[in-house]
T-cell receptor, first 115, second 115 residues
């Protein structure tokens, strides 16, 4: 079937605005992950979902960041009052189950630029 | 201490030459190691993973990696480089620091292949 999809592919916003990033995982995958890729910090884990719950949200950098998952499928990452340091590529991944040896399949990412 | 360290942020090889990309892991890291490749403006694609079944792991596109506990290494190799191998390569670990399946990535190695 189709891979992980993310939208939008690119987003330009002004400092202080809110943005929503969407992820559609592979059908049937119960685990969903968000990562951030930036020049200064490399690839960082943000949060992961098992079903609709988030057992590990330790990577969210501030309370401006939140995420939800509904129906065990689509997830939305919301960044409130965006700052320039939020500029990065946001990657979503999914896996069949949330186990350490499971392969995570990545989407193409959303490139966010905060002006 | 870093859980995974990639030595060499940039590696350049000639087409047809051996590719060797280095990854060392912390000795406290459980044996769930991954190599991912990222082509420009794309997400991450799994090349191979080690989950303690066999120390020599074969992946896609002719790549392989050997888990060496005595050296705490998981280097990625390919006998003969192709122009299409030019990309960024990430070593990653899961399960580090507790029962969590988030991926922790190295800083990446950008591979250039010269004609």
């Amino acid at each position: 079937g189709a891979g992980v999809s993310q939208s939008p592919s690119n987003k330009v916003t002004e400092k202080g605005k809110d943005v929503e990033l969407r992820c559609d995982p592979i059908s049937g995958h119960t685990a969903l992950y968000w990562y951030r890729q930036s020049l200064g910090q490399g690839l960082e884990f943000l949060i992961y979902f098992q079903g609709n719950s988030a057992p590990d949200k330790s990577g969210l950098p501030s309370d401006r960041f939140s995420a939800e998952r509904t129906g065990g499928s689509v997830s939305t990452l919301t960044i409130q009052r965006t700052q320039q340091e939020d500029s990065a590529v946001y990657l979503c991944a999914s896996s069949l189950v949330a186990q350490v040896q499971e392969t995570q399949y990545f989407g193409p990412g959303t490139r966010l630029l905060v002006l | 201490a870093q859980s995974v360290t990639q030595l060499g942020s940039h590696v350049s090889v000639s087409e047809g030459a051996l590719v060797l990309l280095r990854c060392n892991y912390s000795s406290s890291v459980p044996p769930y190691l991954f190599w991912y490749v990222q082509y420009p403006n794309q997400g991450l694609q799994l090349l191979l993973k080690y989950t303690s079944a066999a120390t020599l792991v074969k992946g896609i596109n002719g790549f392989e990696a050997e888990f060496k506990k005595s050296e705490t290494s998981f280097h990625l190799t390919k006998p003969s480089a192709h122009m299409s191998d030019a990309a960024e390569y990430f070593c990653a670990v899961s399960g580090y620091g507790g029962a969590t399946n988030k991926l922790i990535f190295g800083t990446g190695t950008l591979l250039a292949v010269q004609p």
